[in-house]
Protein backbone atom coordinates (compact mmCIF):
# COMPACT_ATOMS: atom_id res chain seq x y z
CA UNK A 1 0.00 0.00 0.00
CA UNK A 2 2.94 2.04 0.97
CA UNK A 3 4.77 1.68 -2.50
CA UNK A 4 1.54 2.28 -4.23
CA UNK A 5 0.92 6.21 -2.11
CA UNK A 6 4.57 6.69 -3.01
CA UNK A 7 4.37 6.55 -6.75
CA UNK A 8 0.86 8.38 -6.80
CA UNK A 9 2.78 11.07 -5.20
CA UNK A 10 5.83 11.04 -7.59
CA UNK A 11 3.06 11.11 -10.01
CA UNK A 12 1.03 14.06 -8.54
CA UNK A 13 4.11 16.24 -8.33
CA UNK A 14 4.04 16.38 -11.99
CA UNK A 15 4.13 19.95 -13.16
CA UNK A 16 1.52 19.29 -15.73
CA UNK A 17 -0.56 17.32 -12.91
CA UNK A 18 -0.42 20.34 -10.49
CA UNK A 19 -1.27 22.46 -13.58
CA UNK A 20 -4.36 20.26 -14.49
CA UNK A 21 -5.65 19.93 -10.72
CA UNK A 22 -5.57 23.51 -10.30
CA UNK A 23 -7.99 24.48 -13.53
CA UNK A 24 -9.96 21.53 -12.17
CA UNK A 25 -10.51 23.44 -8.98
CA UNK A 26 -11.46 26.26 -10.82
CA UNK A 27 -13.67 24.98 -13.08
CA UNK A 28 -15.17 23.35 -10.46
CA UNK A 29 -15.65 26.19 -8.59
CA UNK A 30 -17.53 28.18 -11.12
CA UNK A 31 -19.17 25.08 -12.11
CA UNK A 32 -20.41 24.78 -8.03
CA UNK A 33 -21.63 28.79 -8.05
CA UNK A 34 -23.81 28.04 -10.99
CA UNK A 35 -27.53 26.79 -9.80
CA UNK A 36 -28.53 23.92 -10.36
CA UNK A 37 -25.48 22.41 -11.47
CA UNK A 38 -23.78 20.59 -8.87
CA UNK A 39 -20.96 17.09 -9.36
CA UNK A 40 -22.73 15.05 -12.09
CA UNK A 41 -22.97 18.57 -14.45
CA UNK A 42 -19.21 19.35 -13.53
CA UNK A 43 -17.89 15.92 -14.56
CA UNK A 44 -19.84 15.91 -17.54
CA UNK A 45 -19.12 19.48 -18.69
CA UNK A 46 -15.12 17.93 -18.20
CA UNK A 47 -15.28 15.10 -20.15
CA UNK A 48 -15.09 16.32 -23.70
CA UNK A 49 -11.29 17.34 -22.31
CA UNK A 50 -9.94 14.24 -20.96
CA UNK A 51 -10.36 12.18 -24.18
CA UNK A 52 -7.01 12.63 -24.77
CA UNK A 53 -5.52 12.24 -21.55
CA UNK A 54 -4.30 9.01 -19.88
CA UNK A 55 -6.28 7.74 -17.14
CA UNK A 56 -4.25 8.81 -14.08
CA UNK A 57 -4.07 12.45 -15.67
CA UNK A 58 -7.53 12.59 -16.35
CA UNK A 59 -8.33 11.16 -12.95
CA UNK A 60 -6.71 14.43 -11.28
CA UNK A 61 -8.53 16.96 -13.48
CA UNK A 62 -11.60 15.38 -12.32
CA UNK A 63 -10.98 14.57 -8.92
CA UNK A 64 -9.92 18.09 -8.28
CA UNK A 65 -13.24 19.39 -10.02
CA UNK A 66 -14.96 17.25 -7.93
CA UNK A 67 -13.16 18.50 -4.53
CA UNK A 68 -14.71 21.70 -4.91
CA UNK A 69 -17.82 21.49 -5.83
CA UNK A 70 -19.85 20.75 -3.41
CA UNK A 71 -17.87 23.95 -1.93
CA UNK A 72 -18.37 26.49 -3.67
CA UNK A 73 -22.34 26.02 -4.39
CA UNK A 74 -22.92 26.93 -0.92
CA UNK A 75 -22.34 30.46 -2.03
CA UNK A 76 -25.63 30.69 -3.52
CA UNK A 77 -27.28 28.70 -0.99
CA UNK A 78 -26.53 31.28 1.71
CA UNK A 79 -26.86 34.84 -0.03
CA UNK A 80 -29.93 34.42 -2.60
CA UNK A 81 -31.39 30.95 -0.93
CA UNK A 82 -30.67 29.34 -4.00
CA UNK A 83 -29.28 25.93 -3.89
CA UNK A 84 -25.88 25.72 -6.16
CA UNK A 85 -27.10 21.64 -6.19
CA UNK A 86 -29.31 19.42 -4.49
CA UNK A 87 -26.64 18.40 -2.26
CA UNK A 88 -26.80 22.08 -1.03
CA UNK A 89 -30.30 22.34 -0.77
CA UNK A 90 -30.14 21.30 3.29
CA UNK A 91 -27.55 24.33 3.66
CA UNK A 92 -30.38 26.68 2.52
CA UNK A 93 -32.55 26.26 5.51
CA UNK A 94 -29.99 28.03 8.39
CA UNK A 95 -27.67 29.34 5.88
CA UNK A 96 -29.95 31.74 4.04
CA UNK A 97 -31.81 33.36 7.10
CA UNK A 98 -28.50 33.95 8.93
CA UNK A 99 -27.48 36.02 5.85
CA UNK A 100 -30.61 37.72 5.89
CA UNK A 101 -29.47 38.54 9.34
CA UNK A 102 -26.40 40.03 8.67
CA UNK A 103 -24.10 37.42 9.47
CA UNK A 104 -23.27 36.11 5.74
CA UNK A 105 -19.63 36.09 6.75
CA UNK A 106 -20.29 33.89 9.63
CA UNK A 107 -22.24 31.21 7.82
CA UNK A 108 -19.83 31.49 4.29
CA UNK A 109 -16.78 30.81 6.94
CA UNK A 110 -18.43 27.81 9.08
CA UNK A 111 -19.16 26.19 5.84
CA UNK A 112 -16.01 26.57 3.86
CA UNK A 113 -13.99 25.08 7.10
CA UNK A 114 -16.38 22.45 8.04
CA UNK A 115 -16.39 21.36 4.20
CA UNK A 116 -12.90 21.31 4.16
CA UNK A 117 -12.67 19.12 7.17
CA UNK A 118 -14.81 17.01 5.81
CA UNK A 119 -13.05 16.44 3.05
CA UNK A 120 -9.70 15.54 4.97
CA UNK A 121 -12.02 13.27 6.80
CA UNK A 122 -12.82 11.57 4.01
CA UNK A 123 -9.59 11.47 2.02
CA UNK A 124 -8.61 9.98 5.14
CA UNK A 125 -10.95 6.98 5.31
CA UNK A 126 -11.14 6.53 1.55
CA UNK A 127 -6.99 5.86 2.15
CA UNK A 128 -7.44 3.71 4.75
CA UNK A 129 -10.65 2.04 4.10
CA UNK A 130 -9.13 0.52 0.42
CA UNK A 131 -7.84 -2.75 2.47
CA UNK A 132 -10.65 -3.33 4.90
CA UNK A 133 -13.88 -2.03 3.39
CA UNK A 134 -14.37 -5.28 0.78
CA UNK A 135 -16.21 -7.29 3.49
CA UNK A 136 -17.55 -4.58 4.91
CA UNK A 137 -19.45 -3.17 1.67
CA UNK A 138 -20.55 -6.61 1.09
CA UNK A 139 -22.44 -6.99 4.18
CA UNK A 140 -25.19 -4.66 3.09
CA UNK A 141 -27.95 -6.00 1.01
CA UNK A 142 -31.50 -4.64 -0.35
CA UNK A 143 -32.76 -5.07 3.50
CA UNK A 144 -30.15 -2.88 4.89
CA UNK A 145 -30.90 -0.39 1.97
CA UNK A 146 -34.03 -0.45 2.70
CA UNK A 147 -33.79 0.12 6.51
CA UNK A 148 -31.15 3.15 5.70
CA UNK A 149 -34.37 4.25 3.54
CA UNK A 150 -36.97 4.07 6.18
CA UNK A 151 -34.15 5.76 8.62
CA UNK A 152 -33.57 8.56 6.05
CA UNK A 153 -37.42 9.38 6.24
CA UNK A 154 -38.15 9.06 10.03
CA UNK A 155 -36.14 12.10 9.72
CA UNK A 156 -38.55 14.02 8.37
CA UNK A 157 -40.43 14.22 12.02
CA UNK A 158 -37.37 15.98 13.23
CA UNK A 159 -36.64 18.91 10.66
CA UNK A 160 -40.21 20.35 11.64
CA UNK A 161 -39.81 20.87 14.95
CA UNK A 162 -43.05 20.21 16.82
CA UNK A 163 -45.38 18.65 13.95
CA UNK A 164 -44.13 15.50 13.12
CA UNK A 165 -47.13 14.24 11.27
CA UNK A 166 -46.34 17.20 8.61
CA UNK A 167 -43.03 15.73 8.17
CA UNK A 168 -44.35 12.47 7.73
CA UNK A 169 -46.99 13.96 4.99
CA UNK A 170 -43.92 15.81 3.39
CA UNK A 171 -42.21 12.40 3.56
CA UNK A 172 -45.10 10.15 1.67
CA UNK A 173 -44.92 13.56 -0.96
CA UNK A 174 -41.52 13.19 -1.87
CA UNK A 175 -42.01 9.48 -1.91
CA UNK A 176 -44.86 10.04 -4.13
CA UNK A 177 -43.05 12.28 -6.43
CA UNK A 178 -39.91 9.95 -6.71
CA UNK A 179 -42.23 6.96 -8.29
CA UNK A 180 -42.80 9.13 -10.31
CA UNK A 181 -40.99 7.96 -13.48
CA UNK A 182 -39.73 4.31 -15.24
CA UNK A 183 -39.31 1.97 -12.47
CA UNK A 184 -35.36 0.35 -12.35
CA UNK A 185 -36.51 -3.37 -11.97
CA UNK A 186 -39.48 -3.80 -14.57
CA UNK A 187 -39.08 -0.68 -16.81
CA UNK A 188 -42.84 0.11 -16.13
CA UNK A 189 -43.69 3.77 -16.86
CA UNK A 190 -45.48 5.03 -13.40
CA UNK A 191 -47.13 8.40 -13.20
CA UNK A 192 -45.85 9.62 -16.27
CA UNK A 193 -49.37 10.01 -18.03
CA UNK A 194 -47.71 9.46 -21.61
CA UNK A 195 -45.38 11.99 -21.44
CA UNK A 196 -41.81 11.23 -22.46
CA UNK A 197 -40.18 14.30 -20.04
CA UNK A 198 -41.54 12.19 -17.04
CA UNK A 199 -39.67 9.38 -18.08
CA UNK A 200 -36.53 9.98 -16.39
CA UNK A 201 -38.31 11.32 -13.17
CA UNK A 202 -38.79 14.44 -11.19
CA UNK A 203 -35.60 15.83 -11.68
CA UNK A 204 -34.25 16.99 -8.29
CA UNK A 205 -31.77 19.97 -8.85
CA UNK A 206 -35.40 21.13 -10.79
CA UNK A 207 -37.48 20.84 -7.64
CA UNK A 208 -35.07 22.25 -5.07
CA UNK A 209 -34.76 25.19 -7.56
CA UNK A 210 -38.33 25.51 -7.33
CA UNK A 211 -38.80 25.08 -4.01
CA UNK A 212 -36.33 27.41 -2.85
CA UNK A 213 -35.25 29.57 -6.17
CA UNK A 214 -38.43 30.05 -7.50
CA UNK A 215 -40.32 30.84 -3.70
CA UNK A 216 -37.43 33.52 -2.81
CA UNK A 217 -37.92 35.18 -6.53
CA UNK A 218 -41.57 35.53 -5.89
CA UNK A 219 -41.01 36.70 -1.86
CA UNK A 220 -38.61 39.43 -3.28
CA UNK A 221 -41.41 40.57 -6.23
CA UNK A 222 -44.07 40.65 -3.61
CA UNK A 223 -42.39 42.88 -0.91
CA UNK A 224 -40.34 45.02 -3.52
CA UNK A 225 -37.47 44.39 -2.30
CA UNK A 226 -34.08 42.99 -3.64
CA UNK A 227 -31.35 40.24 -2.85
CA UNK A 228 -28.53 43.11 -2.43
CA UNK A 229 -30.88 45.05 -0.05
CA UNK A 230 -31.56 42.23 2.03
CA UNK A 231 -28.25 40.37 2.51
CA UNK A 232 -24.57 41.67 3.17
CA UNK A 233 -21.46 39.46 3.75
CA UNK A 234 -21.18 41.48 7.39
CA UNK A 235 -18.60 40.54 10.05
CA UNK A 236 -17.68 37.34 11.06
CA UNK A 237 -15.33 35.67 9.48
CA UNK A 238 -13.71 35.00 12.76
CA UNK A 239 -16.37 33.72 14.28
CA UNK A 240 -17.39 31.15 11.62
CA UNK A 241 -14.34 29.74 12.29
CA UNK A 242 -14.85 29.79 16.47
CA UNK A 243 -18.41 27.86 15.67
CA UNK A 244 -16.80 25.24 13.60
CA UNK A 245 -13.93 24.16 16.23
CA UNK A 246 -16.83 24.86 19.07
CA UNK A 247 -18.91 22.48 17.46
CA UNK A 248 -16.31 20.27 16.45
CA UNK A 249 -17.95 17.18 16.82
CA UNK A 250 -21.26 17.94 14.73
CA UNK A 251 -18.26 18.64 12.13
CA UNK A 252 -16.70 14.73 12.72
CA UNK A 253 -20.42 13.12 13.01
CA UNK A 254 -21.23 14.63 9.82
CA UNK A 255 -18.00 13.83 8.33
CA UNK A 256 -18.43 10.27 8.77
CA UNK A 257 -22.71 10.03 7.49
CA UNK A 258 -20.95 11.61 4.52
CA UNK A 259 -18.57 9.06 3.95
CA UNK A 260 -20.78 6.21 5.06
CA UNK A 261 -23.44 7.76 2.23
CA UNK A 262 -21.32 7.88 -0.22
CA UNK A 263 -19.97 3.98 0.43
CA UNK A 264 -23.25 3.04 0.12
CA UNK A 265 -24.13 2.48 -3.64
CA UNK A 266 -26.86 4.85 -4.42
CA UNK A 267 -27.32 7.49 -1.94
CA UNK A 268 -25.14 10.49 -2.96
CA UNK A 269 -24.27 13.73 -1.84
CA UNK A 270 -27.77 14.80 -1.11
CA UNK A 271 -28.93 12.23 0.76
CA UNK A 272 -26.43 12.64 3.23
CA UNK A 273 -26.36 16.00 3.71
CA UNK A 274 -29.64 15.49 4.27
CA UNK A 275 -29.14 12.55 6.63
CA UNK A 276 -26.48 14.92 8.81
CA UNK A 277 -28.78 17.65 8.88
CA UNK A 278 -31.61 15.60 10.31
CA UNK A 279 -29.03 13.85 12.79
CA UNK A 280 -28.07 17.17 13.91
CA UNK A 281 -31.36 18.45 14.76
CA UNK A 282 -32.09 14.88 16.51
CA UNK A 283 -29.23 15.52 18.96
CA UNK A 284 -29.44 19.00 19.78
CA UNK A 285 -31.39 19.38 22.83
CA UNK A 286 -32.60 23.05 21.90
CA UNK A 287 -34.27 22.60 18.23
CA UNK A 288 -36.42 26.00 18.16
CA UNK A 289 -33.95 27.97 16.16
CA UNK A 290 -33.54 25.67 13.40
CA UNK A 291 -34.68 26.84 10.22
CA UNK A 292 -33.90 30.57 11.86
CA UNK A 293 -30.41 30.43 11.11
CA UNK A 294 -28.91 28.05 13.31
CA UNK A 295 -24.69 27.85 12.67
CA UNK A 296 -24.88 24.17 13.95
CA UNK A 297 -27.39 23.59 10.53
CA UNK A 298 -24.94 24.92 8.10
CA UNK A 299 -22.01 22.94 9.63
CA UNK A 300 -23.81 19.88 9.69
CA UNK A 301 -25.03 19.19 6.03
CA UNK A 302 -21.60 21.01 4.73
CA UNK A 303 -19.34 18.47 6.70
CA UNK A 304 -20.80 15.87 5.20
CA UNK A 305 -21.43 16.53 1.57
CA UNK A 306 -17.77 17.25 0.86
CA UNK A 307 -16.98 13.56 2.30
CA UNK A 308 -19.23 11.80 0.36
CA UNK A 309 -17.06 12.15 -2.58
CA UNK A 310 -14.71 10.23 -1.08
CA UNK A 311 -16.86 7.61 0.04
CA UNK A 312 -18.09 7.33 -3.11
CA UNK A 313 -14.68 6.37 -5.07
CA UNK A 314 -14.40 3.09 -1.84
CA UNK A 315 -16.64 0.94 -3.50
CA UNK A 316 -16.18 2.69 -7.25
CA UNK A 317 -12.46 1.40 -6.94
CA UNK A 318 -13.16 -2.06 -5.21
CA UNK A 319 -16.35 -3.40 -6.98
CA UNK A 320 -16.73 -1.29 -9.82
CA UNK A 321 -20.00 -0.36 -8.37
CA UNK A 322 -20.29 3.61 -8.47
CA UNK A 323 -21.36 5.02 -5.10
CA UNK A 324 -23.47 7.90 -6.55
CA UNK A 325 -24.03 9.26 -9.74
CA UNK A 326 -20.77 11.54 -10.76
CA UNK A 327 -18.40 8.35 -9.65
CA UNK A 328 -20.67 6.55 -12.27
CA UNK A 329 -19.63 8.51 -15.02
CA UNK A 330 -15.78 8.64 -14.14
Not at 80 to 95: E, F, K, N, R
Not at 116 to 133: M, R
Request: proline letters at 5%; hydrophobic letters at 55%.
Amino acid sequence: MWDAALIALERFANPLHLGLLAAGVFAGTIIGILPGLGGIACVAILLPFIYTLDVNTAMILLVGSLAVVHTSDTITSVLIGTPGSAAAAATVLDGHPLARQGQAARALSAAFLSSLIGGLIGAVFLTLSLPIARPLVLLFGSPELLMLCVLGLSFAGFLTGGAPLKGGLAACLGLLLGSVGSAPADAVNRYTFDQLYLIDGIPLVGVALGIFGIAEIIDLLAKGGRIAERVSLGRGWLEGARDVMRHWGIVVRGALIGVWAGILPGIGATAGSWMSYGHVVAMASDRDNFGKGDIRGVIGPESANNSVEAGDFIPTLLFGVPGGAPAAIM
